[in-house]
């Protein structure tokens, strides 16, 4: 388990050094006007809250099956929440750049959230065979 604790942590990095350097990429090249300077914040943020959330759930599923199903929806309640107050928070601190934050944030959560749900997949395919 811990290998693939791992190497799930370093996939997960990695993306996360991928949405930065595209994100770098897009706001240099593209939309210049649009760059926040707390642009690498917001995968950082989602990778730590990730990987954290993870590791919660790989334990959980080693313990009671019948009680995962309970344990994979708090977890995501209290992800979804700390997300929302995230973002609350910045957009409070810099209303200005509001629409460049949600629209990099919504895509980082997605590329987080896919991710996440294949490696769980994996790990409740592997635990049920």
Known sequence: MQESLRKYAFNL???TLVLTA???GMFLFLI???YFPLFPLVPFFLFTVTLTVHIYLVRASGKDARKF???YLGAMGVKIFIYIIF???FLILATEHAVPFL???LVAYAAFTLI????LLKIQKR???
């Not at 996440?116 to 490696?119: D, H, P």
């Open 116 to 119: 996440e749900v294949i490696a």
């Open 22 to 24: 595209a994100g770098y």
């Open 87 to 89: 973002m609350a928070i």
């Open 13 to 15: 990095f990695l993306l």
């Open 103 to 105: 629209v990099s944030f």
């Open 127 to 129: 635990s049920q065979s």
């Open 32 to 34: 210049p006007a649009s």
């Open 69 to 71: 199903t309970a344990r």
